[in-house]
């Protein structure tokens, strides 16, 4: 079977690599992925794969049944891209202007469906069923809910979910995880800065929100500590800073957004009373008011530790020995693919895209398409055994309705 698989992989690599740089063109925003998920079904179409589509506005499900019983196992990838201007200057690069696949979900894609395609033509060896879900809006933290709460993963619900991610930290086509927390807890935040404006050849006269919202982006910055050398690790990062109209008017109000890493609900608690205080003790000192609003929450990534071991088994039968490697601490990033593994058990793959590339949500970001054969092998494994396997012990776990938090 190893060798089946293998084969039938590289022999798909040359058109894979092309229908890749395809959905690199068409970069779409979260919810609007009309054309990506046209080409997605195009695509299914051709395999002659049924598939639903329309679901959470426009996401995909594809249904493969295999001749012999088994377990229902879903392959999930993320179809949106983001708000970042492209400059690789590749033939293939986006061609609408301020949006890019800098988080590699075009790579996903791919991968998912070459992994439908060759999964479809081995029915007559496939156990059970495999479920392909193509979700929008990962890049807002609300599309794998959206797909949950739209009975994507049907009925009776499935016994794994997979998924992988771009990763520019590992050698090129390396695949990896570790079992457990995988990636942060992510909240987004807004603070509303009350003040009193005033003349800019007066600043003695108001209680400046700017000069307070200054202060706050340092002092809620410095709250961000490392894994390494911290019992409290976060991650505190402020992407927007907005206030004011004109250079020589003091306004009344500043608003800062920004995103707050933690990597469990413990010290998440830790993070929020650290950051409402920090932001207090400046609106004090600068005789300010602020409103915080937190939104937008993530929930980690935990990766089934049964499902780790079937990954290691599986990259070590399909896979040279330097495909494969463990992680040993979780990302700050975050994927609201673990909306699904709060539902599920589930596993989410790193997909090493070369040490030399350009980093993620990053202008000059590419996926790099010789990783494409250790991402369609790793999910067309994992789905065939996952099938087969005996994962009684995992639903005793997950008995009860889908949360939704």
Same mark, same amino acid.
């Given at each position: 079977m190893r060798d089946i698989i293998r084969d039938a992989v590289r022999q798909r690599v040359p058109e894979a690599t092309l229908l890749r740089q395809r959905f690199h063109e068409i970069p779409e925003r979260s919810f609007e992925e009309k054309k990506t998920a046209q080409l997605i079904a195009h695509e299914l179409q051709t395999m002659g794969i049924p598939f639903e589509e329309g679901i959470a506005r426009t996401g995909i499900v594809a249904t493969i049944k295999g001749d012999l019983p088994g377990n229902i196992v879903v392959l999930r990838s993320d179809i949106d891209a983001i708000k970042v201007e492209e400059k690789t200057e590749k033939p293939y690069a986006s061609k609408r202007k301020g949006y890019s696949h800098s988080c590699g979900h075009d790579g996903h894609i791919v991968c998912a469906l070459e992994a439908a395609r060759i999964l479809s033509s081995l029915r007559n060896k496939l156990a059970g069923t495999v479920k392909v879900i193509f979700q929008p809006g990962e890049e807002v933290g609300k599309g794998a809910q959206a797909m949950i709460e739209e009975a994507a993963l049907g009925t009776p619900l499935p016994s794994a979910i997979f998924a992988l991610h771009s990763w520019p930290y590992l050698e090129s086509g390396t695949v990896a995880s570790k079992p457990g927390t995988i990636t942060a807890i992510n909240d987004l935040f807004d603070i509303t800065i009350h003040g009193k404006g005033g003349h800019g050849a007066r600043p003695h006269e108001t209680n400046s929100p700017v000069l307070a919202a200054a202060h706050i982006v340092q002092n809620i910055s410095n709250l961000t500590r490392s894994q390494e050398t911290h019992d409290f690790p976060c991650v505190v990062s402020v992407g927007v800073v907005h206030t004011g109209t004109r250079s020589n008017v003091i306004p009344d109000q500043a608003l800062i957004q920004g995103t707050i890493r933690s990597v469990n609900e413990i010290l998440r608690k830790q993070t929020h009373d650290a950051f409402k205080k920090a932001v207090r003790d400046i609106c004090i000192q600068e005789n300010t008011e602020a409103t915080i609003r937190f939104y937008g929450y993530c929930p980690s990534v935990e990766n089934n530790p049964v499902l780790f071991q +079937?990954? =290691? =088994? /599986?990259? $070590? $039968? +399909? +896979?040279?020995?330097?495909?494969? /490697?463990? +992680?040993?601490?979780?990302?700050?990033?975050?994927? $609201?693919?673990?909306?699904?593994?709060q539902a599920i058990p589930g596993l989410l793959v790193r997909l090493g895209m070369g040490t030399s590339s350009a980093p993620l949500h990053t202008s000059n970001f590419d996926f790099c398409d010789n990783a494409l054969e250790s991402g369609i092998i790793i999910l067309v494994g994992l789905a065939m055994s996952a099938a087969k396997k005996d994962l009684s012990v995992l639903q005793k776990c997950h008995d009860g309705p889908i949360s939704k938090k």
């Open positions: +079937l990954f =290691e =088994e /599986v990259a $070590d $039968d +399909l +896979l040279i020995p330097e495909k494969r /490697v463990n +992680l040993t601490t979780q990302s700050m990033g975050s994927e $609201d693919f673990g909306h699904f593994t």
